[in-house]
T-cell receptor, first 113, second 117 residues
Framework: SQTIHQWPATLVQPVGSPLSLECTVE??????LYWYRQAAGRGLQLLFY??????ISSEVPQNLSASRPQDRQFILSSKKLLLSDSGFYLC????????????FGQGTRLTVV | DQQVKQNSPSLSVQEGRISILNCDYT??????FLWYKKYPAEGPTFLIS?????DKNEDGRFTVFLNKSAKHLSLHIVPSQPGDSAVYFC????????????????FGQGTILTVHP
């Protein structure tokens, strides 16, 4: 069966520091991968998606970037965090083609102080 | 522009009764709809989905209804159980838009469901 791992679960970082969140998927090949963010009291907003190694599409302009160095690895990064980057970050995957539901990781609670 | 809206921030229901969660959308290109359940500090869990070619889909205690003309869908939980207490998100995808949507989902703001024993 497929599993998705996301870490760390919680992170407190000072303003201006770098960020790296990692997500890996097991049990499937060539998945579509996604990074979502849930701000306090709001729904989930799609940040990035990837349909293959090295292929990244950004949905909203922001202070973050994403990379996919391996088929089942998806990384969310920032060079300098802002207070507004605080939130709950979720990695997700779906089957190739994208015509199925997405399955989410456990999420990372990021607090920028 | 909020393309998927859940206008009720919260819903309180007695155990054993029906819970009805509502969702409205504005983008006529959406053709696949999903409901997710989320507990605090966890990722959303997929519950049930429906394609735009159907108006109803059932899975155990969960039924999703789609009214395309009204751009409205609802999730019915019968009977409601205390373990159903969570945040429920409605999501939509435009699978056929421009060839493929790559599974990108647009979410509503969520509805907090509380089921009282």
């Amino acid at each position: 069966s497929q599993t998705i791992h996301q870490w760390p679960a919680t992170l407190v970082q000072p303003v201006g520091s770098p960020l790296s969140l990692e997500c890996t998927v097991e049990g499937t090949s060539n998945p579509n991968l996604y990074w979502y963010r849930q701000a306090a009291g709001r729904g989930l907003q799609l940040l990035f998606y990837s349909v293959g190694i090295g292929q990244i599409s950004s949905e909203v302009p922001q202070n973050l970037s994403a990379s996919r160095p391996q088929d089942r690895q998806f990384i969310l990064s920032s060079k300098k965090l802002l207070l507004s980057d605080s939130g709950f970050y979720l990695c997700a995957w779906s089957a190739p083609g994208g015509n199925t539901e997405a399955f989410f990781g456990q999420g990372t609670r990021l607090t920028v102080v | 522009d909020q393309q998927v809206k859940q206008n009720s921030p919260s819903l309180s229901v007695q155990e054993g009764r029906i819970s009805i969660l509502n969702c409205d959308y504005t983008n006529s290109m959406f053709d696949y709809f999903l409901w997710y359940k989320k507990y605090p500090a966890e990722g959303p869990t997929f519950l049930i989905s429906i394609s735009s070619i159907k108006d109803k889909n059932e899975d155990g205690r969960f039924t999703v209804f789609l009214n395309k003309s009204a751009k409205h869908l609802s999730l019915h939980i019968v009977p409601s159980q205390p373990g159903d207490s969570a945040v429920y998100f409605c999501a939509a995808s435009a699978r056929k838009a421009g060839g493929t949507s790559y599974g990108k989902l647009t979410f509503g703001q969520g509805t907090i469901l509380t089921v009282h024993p």
